[in-house]
Nanobody, 126 residues
Framework: QVQLVESGGGLVQPGGSLRLSCAGP????????VGWFRQAPGKEREGVLC????????YYDDSLKGRFTVSRDIAKGTVDLQMNSLNAEDTGVYYC???????????????????WGQGSQVTVSS
């Protein structure tokens, strides 16, 4: 059973940056497709992007291209979401999810990823 842990959330001012990390202690996340999702207050959970084991990035929300990027930290065993130029609309709980095999990113839905983290709160406010 893969357990995912997100870290790095918090309060940031508009225009600022945050980096979230997703770890799967004891598991090789580089063998999985790892997706990032977010859920704003009062809204449905939505897909942000996914990093496949092939190192291909799939954006579930094309409007985030240019501000959000994803990378794998091999040394730490994490998949990191870098978020820049944040605004209030980016506020929400951010989740990472993993699916094996990971060569291709699955569609952005709850039932297409088998493993989920508990979420990390990101608040963009002055």
């Amino acid at each position: 059973q893969v357990q995912l842990v997100e870290s790095g959330g918090g309060l940031v001012q508009p225009g600022g940056s945050l980096r979230l990390s997703c770890a799967g202690p004891g598991f090789r996340l580089d063998h999985y497709a790892v997706g990032w999702f977010r859920q704003a207050p009062g809204k449905e959970r939505e897909g942000v992007l996914c990093l496949a084991s092939s190192a291909t990035t799939t954006y579930y929300d094309d409007s985030l291209k240019g501000r959000f990027t994803v990378s794998r930290d091999i040394a730490k065993g994490t998949v990191d979401l870098q978020m820049n130029s944040l605004n209030a609309e980016d506020t929400g709980v951010y989740y990472c999810a993993a699916q094996f095999p990971g060569r291709l990113c699955p569609p952005p839905a709850r039932n297409t990823y088998e493993y989920w983290g508990q979420g990390s709160q990101v608040t963009v406010s002055s």
